[in-house]
């Protein structure tokens, strides 16, 4: 049988008609056969992932403009699709920008900026709409309105073949805000996910204090209000970090460049790079380039070498103090360094001849200077060996034979001397080489034995004897038209270090403000803060924060609430395949007093455990932006503010466990006591017994006590602990008591507030006294103390 390949063979008919077949498609047509890549997968989440999209457009656009967010959501069923409507306060768009904004995927501003933003490819509110014309065939419906100007109205759809908005009708308006954007899209969908879409909202709210987000859908309608005027700072576009860039990035900036040296271009088109740390770059990139030189000791240590005879025999037609003094000069310059390479010695040579030609007016041109350094290299290379000894017996263990180390030492000084490596010049690959074929010989005629680390180790130790090189380095465009020249000047990049980049270009929502957001939406007994400094992966900045919230009205009887963000963006979906999620899992929280079945997983009980990763270039797993990536930089900065936010709930559950322990302790005394009082009083006859005293000194409490007497008012503080207590007292009474020593007194609505903040020291007690006149009723508070340490008898 004829297999269709075969048939190729034949002519060109068959290629020419598979080149015919061949075309380019669109982004938007791209993503209309894969709108599942964007979260478009299924009616219900499609509803969600539109809300989201809008959402963060919105509260994109009000704090670009300095406006706390006032963001409504309405979603309406009609008919066979669901009605979604999106408004916000912000500063509207431009009329000439609406079809653009909301009728072109990659349209945007963010993509190119390196600062932190929750979209960037301005490809979400697009997708949202092209997904909405697929389902519905209706159009998105935008009005808009900048500060001053009439409202502007668009019916839009996206030209799938092209990627270009198709404008339906075009008007102006009327609308009641002054200003912001309004878009109302039908699509298919549900609400099968409306748990999903609460925790979007809800969650929003959590890390977006600022905003007040209100959520109307056909079956319930929520409102959260702001807890803040605070503005999340602004952030400040920063320019890449060298250890951030790829190859291909570094190229097109060369190509790009102004900058005609690599010093100037590095410093100009990379944050964090000065002076001192080019040049610590171009160095790095030279011993890539160029190759390092080897620095040989000074010959006092070689029999046959000397470094004034040498220069004074090839210094010629100069007077004898003139050549005496040169030679003086570099033989002292040489022996006063623990090793010399070529390119030193000429530096030597230049700058002794300069200083004769000045003392005896005696030209020393380039003949005798290339003279006097080839006998100065002669003599300190004229025994290569011994110096390699020493350092491949620093390199290697002591157990290596002399003999062997010898003779490895010889082989790799053969390769030094080479006469088509006149300058000892080698690259680090090239030494590793040198050192590799030593071994290898060693091992096969004198059977000695050199393994990859005592390997490693001589290579090392050679390398860092070897000088830098000063030649010039190639220009930006010679760089940029050499691949290879290129690669070694981005591993220099690599390999030098550099301060992290700058994190103006981020804005955390901070402690207070997670704080804030997590006391708004849950009523917890106890919550942490944990924000992280600023970390950096694959030169990009991030900052990581957690939160958790504890006990109160937090549902239990199951696994904790993880709620994920991501540049102040809920994640949803995905949560299993999310680097926060598997942190979590791998935390064992039992050493912060959760249940763990299992010793791994999601923690039970009662509690909302919030990680947000702020980053320039966050690394989701997949376009639709649902999941974090395992990176370890990431995960490492994610366990450990983590494990900050978790020690503060170990203390705090370790101290009401303990409160409990003694309150349940207490209660049975208070079961006891009266007993025991009223078979005292029977005894003794002396009548029945205060048994708060009693109880108070047997718990070691702070006890409060009240006696009125004559108008005077006296309540004492009996601290019955072993530490000092710090207590605001409070008596709240019905007259006037005038001015109280020692005290505030605020008068509010014919009640008069007595408020004392003393210290009493452990087994002391404090007297506090007030005079009022007439009857009068009183109602102590006590702040300071647990309750399960404070006995009141008043």
Known sequence: ???????????????????????????????????????????????????KEAVDNALDACEEAGIPPDIYVEIEEVGDYYRLVVEDNGPGITKEQIPKVFGKLLYGSRFHAREQTRGQQGIGISAAVLYSQLTSGKPAKITSCTRGKQAKYFELTIDTDTNEPEIGSEDTTTWDRPHGTRIELEMEGNMRARGQLHDYIKHTAVVNPHARIELREPAEHFKHERATDQLPEETEEIRPHPHGVELGTLLKMLDATDSYSVSGFLQEEFTRVGGKTATKVIDNFRDRHFGREMAWRPPEAHEDADIKDSVSAATSNKSKAATRDFSDSIKAQIHGEDGVSHAEIVAIVDEAA????????????????????????????AERTADIYALVDEATTKRKDDAHVQGLAERIADKFGAEDNPRDRVTRDALAEFVRRAAD???????????????????????????????????????????????????????????????????????????????????ADFYSATTRDASVHGGDPFIVETGIAYGGEIEDGGKSNVMRFANRVPLVYQRGACAITDVVKDINWRNYKLDQPGGRGIPNGPAVIMVHVASTNVPFTSESKDAVANVPEIEDEVERAIRESARDLKSFLKKRRSMQKRQRKQDKLADILPAMAEKLAEVTGDGELDIDDSLARIMN??????????????????????????????????????????ATVVEMDGEWFVKWSPTIPSGESATLEYEVNGDASFDVQVEGIEDEKLTVNT
């Open 1 to 51: 049988m004829t297999s269709f390949q075969s048939t190729l063979a034949e002519g060109d008919t068959v290629a020419e008609e598979l080149a015919a077949d061949q075309q380019s498609i669109s982004i938007a047509e791209f993503f209309e056969k894969n709108r599942q890549m964007l979260g478009f997968d299924s009616g219900a989440r499609a509803l969600v992932t539109a809300v």
């Open 354 to 381: 300069e200083n004769i030609e000045d003392e005896y007016g005696t030209t020393f041109g380039d003949t005798v200077r290339e003279n006097a350094v080839a006998a100065a290299w002669e003599a300190v290379t």
């Open 441 to 523: 010989a060693a091992a096969e005629y004198d059977d000695a034995t050199f393994g990859e680390t005592a390997r490693e180790n001589v290579v090392e130790t050679l390398w860092a004897r070897m000088r830098t090189v000063p030649d010039d380095v190639p220009k930006v465009s010679a760089i940029a038209d050499d691949r290879d020249t290129a690669s070694e000047l981005h591993e220099s990049m690599r390999e030098t270090d550099i301060i992290a980049p700058p994190t103006d270009c981020l804005s955390p929502i901070s402690e207070e403000l997670v704080l804030e957001g997590l006391k708004k939406e849950f009523d």
């Open 701 to 742: 409490n702070v006890l409060v006590e009240r006696a009125y007497e004559d108008g005077t008012v006296r309540l004492t503080i009996e601290n019955n602990d072993s530490t000092n207590a710090d207590v605001d007292v409070t008596d709240i009474v019905t007259e006037d008591p005038g001015d109280v020593a020692d």
